[in-house]
Every structure is written in structure tokens, then in C-alpha cells.
């Protein structure tokens, strides 16, 4: 067999990464359940200071507390900033981009294929542009801006219709019914009134009913998502005061979050909902709620919703166990991104899946499922998924893409590795230049088109 060469600009030292600490090997995959325990090394992610106290939220809009800004590796962001900034001084090239970013998205109709490519590069951290660019990438907004304060205004008031009909408590629910049947005078003004005649009780209004439209059975049935739904959402980044903490601020987010993915839960009944999902939310929810302009900040929740719920479509079969041995299953994934390693560096992938027989299922169930939220920083993973979210074709193959690049980029430990010291490094990827990292995931991609 003749090896083929690996590229020099692979080889390069400029982008070589100093070994993990010593830890211990994690061997427990769980099914369908990738984020059971927290990750045992901590990433270099600089907590910034705890947020100041808000009044607690209310149900209107305007009340909405406003989010505090929080800085990257420590560095100073102006005020009203809603998002980091780079330790770095932004370059003119950083610049630039941003004025070319700011003239497209000012345009009447935005080019979507400039978008994409502009986006491909990574998106700078200026505040509100990653916010507008993602809903245009997934097609929450439309390119024609005359359209978008329509489409805003019907899709927060079709979520808000969501919450009022799946979020509801079934005690309400079943006054409702009783007002509709026409019993709105009944008992109202008697000490009785927060009591219904056993008579004007049905089946299906009965806490007890087992029937399948009984509103108290599915509110039963519903209580352990609704339990599990929680305890993920309060273990959501608690290094980051955004999304955990004991301030009112940090309570809202949760409980937004917990409103998106109890909706999706009881709207997509196949699929429910899957540990993990918490992970995949929580940058779509950031982004949009840190949005500097207070009418987008205050509707994230409703925004996030549709924005998750498209970001997802492309890869539900994934978290469908009855598809997994399928076409469209994560396995038929796990199998393309071992193929594509195969095709690009085929010494590296007999290493790893035949000399030392780390399957990749071990490693890329979890990149994959998660979209890499666990394998970088949060804020690095921003950058990541511009990329992700440019890609026309949908997310799935840039993802790939990235995790062939992810192995690439430390085959020389890989090689020199057995399967205990490869486990360890694949399950706790260390610390990668991230605009190296998508530079080489778009070299491979460009090979892979010639």
C-alpha cells in the first residue's frame, strides 16, 4: 500500500496543541444520553462576573430584563454590547468583513450566496450581527426585508398560540371547557366557585381518567419530560452566568429555554425530547437574547424556538433509536465521517479503526448528536457554527467536515498513540485554533469537489 503524503500545511507548528492534562478515561457512553455527566476536564473558558440582579420578569415584553454583556478571555467590552469581543484588537481585516457584513444586510434584497460565504469565514463578534445573519441562514427571516417585521409578527404570535394551548395547566384548561359548554355564570359569585358540580365533570376533565384524551393523563404522562427538561436546562453551561446562577436574569433564561423544549417535546411526539437538545438550544437562545436591539431581544424565546426547530430537522433521524440503523441514522453518519477520514488521510484511519480499534461510534456519537458543543469552549463554538449554519446544503456535511478536520489536526498523536492515550484525547479534544480548524475543514471540503 502506498501512503499518501500528508500536506504541509497540516504539518505546520504554528498550529501544533500542547497535550491534555493527565485524566482519567471515560468509557461510558450512554444511549441517546451524551451529556449524563458533566465533562471531568474543565474548558478554558474565563467566567465573567456574576451578573447584577433584575426584577424578576413579567409577562410583558417590555419587562424583560435586559442581558448583561459578557467579555471573552477576559477582555473589556463597551457597554450595550450584548456580545464578547475578542482578547485580540479586532484586525482591519475583522473590519472589513464587518462593513461588508453591515452593507448586505442592509440591502433590500440580502444575497443569500454572499451571506453564505461571508458567514463561511466566521462571523465577528460585533453586537446583533450573528443574531440577524443565523435567522437569515435558517431561513427564519426571508431575504426580502420589506417581509420581515410580517413574518416576525406571525411567527411570535404562532408560538405564543403554542404556549397557550400545550403549556396551560389542565385546571385552567378544564374551566375553559366549562365556559365554553356554556356554564360562565356558574357558581362564579359562591364560595363554591373554584369547585366544579361532579356532574359537570367529564371523562376527559377527570384527574383520574386514564383515557387517552384526558387532559390530566397527558399532563401525567407528560411530567417526567417535564422533570428531565429541567434538571438538563439548570446543568447548561453553570460556568456561565448567562444560563446559571441565582439571579432573576439567569432564572428567565432557564425558563425560557425550558418553555422551547417542552413545546418541541409535545409538538414532535416521535421524537420527544432527548438529553442533549438543552446543548443545541443553548447557543441559538444566547445569541438571539443578547441581540442589542430590545423588540428581538425580548422575543427570543419565540425566535429560538423556530430557529432550533429548523436547525434540528436536519439531523431528528439522529435522535430517533428506530432509525439508527438506517440511511438516515446516526450510524450512517458515524459511517460517512470514517469514510471521509478514510479518503483524505487512509494511514490515520487504519491506525485508529484497525490497529488500535477505536471505533468511531466511541467518539463521533457524541460530536455529532451535539454539534460539537462539548468538544470547544462556548464562545468557539459560535464561530463554528457560522460555518455550520453557511453551508447550503444544510449543516450535516460542514459538520463532518470539521470532525474529519477535528482528527486531521492531531494525527501525529493519533499515530504515535494507543487506544487508551486516543480515547483520551478524542473525548477531551484539546485546545484548537478555531479559524485553523475551519481552514482545514474547507480545505478538505474543496478536495472533495474537485
Not at 251 to 279: C, D, H, P, T, W
Request: aromatic share 10%.
Amino acid at each position: 500500500m502506498v501512503r499518501k503524503k500528508v500536506p504541509e500545511w497540516l504539518n505546520s507548528t504554528m498550529w501544533s496543541t500542547p497535550p491534555p492534562p493527565p485524566s482519567s478515561y471515560d468509557d461510558g457512553l450512554h444511549r441517546h444520553s451524551p451529556v449524563t455527566k458533566m465533562k471531568e476536564e474543565a474548558q478554558s473558558i474565563s467566567v465573567a462576573p456574576r451578573l447584577n440582579s433584575a426584577p424578576p420578569p413579567s409577562s410583558a415584553a417590555s419587562s424583560v430584563p435586559s442581558p448583561s454583556p459578557r467579555p471573552r478571555n477576559g477582555s473589556s467590552i463597551p457597554s450595550g454590547s450584548g456580545e464578547y469581543r475578542n482578547s485580540v484588537g479586532s484586525s482591519s481585516e475583522d473590519f472589513s468583513r464587518q462593513a461588508h457584513l453591515s452593507a448586505e444586510l442592509s440591502k433590500k434584497v440580502i444575497n443569500m450566496k454572499e451571506l453564505r460565504s461571508l458567514a463561511l469565514q466566521s462571523l465577528p463578534d460585533s453586537p446583533g450581527i450573528r443574531s440577524t445573519v443565523w435567522k437569515l441562514l435558517l431561513g427564519y427571516l426571508p431575504p426580502e426585508r420589506s417581509l420581515w417585521s410580517t413574518e416576525l409578527k406571525q411567527k411570535r404570535s404562532q408560538y405564543k398560540h403554542y404556549k397557550d394551548e400545550l403549556l396551560t395547566s389542565p385546571s385552567e384548561i378544564t374551566w375553559r371547557m366549562v365556559r365554553s359548554k356554556g356554564f360562565d355564570n356558574y357558581d362564579l359569585k359562591s364560595e363554591s366557585r373554584c369547585m366544579l358540580a361532579r356532574s359537570r365533570i367529564t371523562d376527559e376533565d377527570h384527574p383520574l381518567s386514564l383515557g387517552k384524551a384526558s387532559i390530566w393523563n397527558t399532563y401525567f404522562q407528560d411530567t417526567e419530560t417535564i422533570e428531565q427538561i429541567d434538571r438538563d436546562v439548570k446543568r447548561t453551561h453553570p460556568d456561565i452566568p448567562f444560563f446559571s446562577g441565582e439571579s432573576s436574569f439567569a432564572r428567565f433564561n432557564q425558563e425560557s429555554m425550558k418553555n422551547i423544549l417542552l413545546v418541541f417535546a409535545k409538538l414532535n411526539q416521535g421524537i420527544r425530547y432527548v438529553q442533549g437538545m438543552n446543548e443545541i438550544l443553548a447557543p441559538i437562545f444566547y445569541v438571539f437574547r443578547n441581540d442589542p436591539d430590545e423588540d428581538s431581544s425580548s422575543h427570543a424565546e419565540a425566535d429560538a424556538f423556530f430557529c432550533f426547530v429548523e436547525l434540528l430537522s436536519g439531523f431528528r433521524d439522529f435522535y430517533c433509536q428506530q432509525l439508527d440503523n438506517s440511511v438516515v441514522g446516526i450510524r450512517s453518519a458515524i459511517t460517512s465521517l470514517s469514510q471521509l477520514v478514510k479518503k483524505h488521510d487512509e494511514e490515520l484511519w487504519r491506525h485508529l479503526e484497525i490497529t488500535t480499534k477505536v471505533n468511531p461510534q466511541f467518539y463521533a456519537f457524541r460530536w455529532i448528536t451535539l454539534l460539537l458543543t462539548q468538544e470547544f469552549s462556548f464562545f468557539d463554538c459560535l464561530h463554528i457554527w457560522d460555518a455550520l449554519l453557511s453551508d447550503p446544503e444544510g449543516p450535516l456535511e460542514s459538520l463532518l467536515g470539521i470532525c474529519c478536520a477535528m482528527l486531521v489536526l492531531v494525527r501525529r498523536r493519533l499515530i504515535a498513540g494507543d487506544f487508551t492515550s486516543n480515547m483520551k484525547l478524542l473525548q477531551h479534544y484539546p485546545t484548537t485554533n478555531i479559524s485553523h480548524l475551519l481552514y482545514v475543514a474547507n480545505k478538505l471540503r474543496s478536495k472533495m469537489l474537485l
